[in-house]
């Protein structure tokens, strides 16, 4: 940050990559501060509406919709204690591109790339637990984004 005649500072765009310099009144700095946002300059800014547009049409994470369809099957009955095939099921009839067997999407579930993220979920994650060959449950890592995820799936709605 560089000073200036007057009230007027120089700041770097904290954009990525970017190099570009803003002039800015101080006043102007301490509200973008006070507000929680980064200094960016307009294609910095712009870029980053895209990016978030691109996002909400992109719609869930694979492994969101997973979560989210163990969230359902625990709320339709189910109880906790999850085979792994009725997950795989689940969250394949919430999106049938994303989780659908190659060339056959429409008709199978690809059971194998659910279960290597319910496995990463496990190992990495904590948002599932293994109870028993087969069979997972969500823990309480899990069942706070599934219900945030129920949330405002049932506002969009």
Known sequence: MTQLLDDSVIVDCS???CTARLAMTRDELRAVV???DSVRCPGCERKAKEGARKQERRGLTKFELIVLAAHDL???GEGSDLDINDLIVAAWSLDRTRLGLRKYERQYPDAKNVE???THMVNTYGLFARTRPCHVALTEA????AAKLDATRTRRA
């Open 34 to 36: 006070d507000r929680g």
């Open 116 to 118: 290597v993220s319910v």
């Open 15 to 17: 954009g990525r990559n």
């Open 142 to 145: 899990g069942r706070a984004p």
């Open 74 to 76: 625990e709320t339709a």
